[in-house]
């Protein structure tokens, strides 16, 4: 009867490691002019992904400086120039040339942090129906009242509207199925910046789960938030995701490079 039981325990863990499918992943990083923040966030990728990256591509968006000299210069990562300024046409870009069946993306003054992309790898390849995964941002490089803000952002606000309408992503902290993003058509490039995060969340919702969760958390720059007000980029934001999620477009055409 022992026996029996052992045998029937054994067939069930099997049968349920059979149903995490592997995954492999892409991570593409968008870049325009960004000489000086590149290189740390390639050291953290490779540091932190322990080789389970299947490639890391870098889209230079038209940049002017020193990006794509800088990017070449870590082993296994390769550089894709697009010409055609903006984010998403770098995205598209970075659709086009990616081989993983899931594509991460995080911005060019991004830290991944260690467990990051075991994250991916585990949440997508136990539920097929998973389009997209994203969450919060860290900042790094802000005084800590301002972090604090941020922190009150993420939980007072954002969960909330997210639990309430069941999408969210942010543009630097997400991951998304290929199979997914060909339903889509890939990234919708008449959008310049602002509301593109939550255009790609609303139109993979369509076809299947979007998942926002405070665990899957990246550290990246504040600079936005320093050179245009913390308040201010609140409310921009706030106002896109509504637009974009009401009416399909974003609120703002016109956006500032930061660097």
């Excluded at 992943?25 to 490779?46: F, Q, R, T, W």
């Excluded at 086009?96 to 585990?122: F, M």
């Excluded at 998304?176 to 339903?183: P, T, W």
């Amino acid at each position: 009867m022992e026996v029996c039981y052992s045998h029937f325990g054994l067939r069930q863990y099997k049968e349920e490691e059979a149903q995490v499918k592997e995954v492999t992943i892409s991570l593409v990083i968008p870049a325009y002019n960004e000489e000086k923040y590149i290189g740390a966030c390639l050291e953290n990728a490779i540091k932190n992904s322990g080789g389970k990256f299947l490639e890391i591509i870098v889209i230079d968006n038209a940049s002017t400086d020193r990006t794509s000299e800088v990017a070449g210069t870590y082993p296994g990562v390769r550089v894709v120039k697009e010409e055609q300024k903006g984010l998403t046409w770098a995205r598209q870009r970075g659709f086009l040339e990616a081989q993983g069946d899931v594509l991460a993306w995080c911005d060019a003054d991004t830290h991944i942090p260690s467990g990051w992309v075991e994250k991916i790898i585990q949440e997508f390849g136990k539920d097929q129906s998973l389009a997209v995964l994203s969450g919060p941002y860290t900042f790094y490089d802000i005084p800590k009242g301002q972090q604090k803000l941020a922190r009150i952002y993420w939980s007072a606000l954002a969960m909330p509207v997210y639990w309430a309408v069941g999408y969210m992503a942010t543009g630097g902290n997400f991951a998304i199925r290929k199979s997914v993003l060909e339903k889509m058509n890939g990234f919708d490039t008449t959008i310049e910046f602002y509301g593109e995060d939550t255009n790609i969340a609303r139109r993979a919702h369509e076809f299947g789960k979007v998942k926002f969760t405070p665990s899957f958390l990246t550290y990246t720059s504040g600079r936005r938030l320093t050179g245009m007000g913390i308040f201010s980029v609140g409310f921009v934001y706030v106002a896109n995701y509504i637009s974009e999620a009401l009416f399909h477009k974003p609120s703002t055409k016109k956006y500032t490079d930061i660097r």
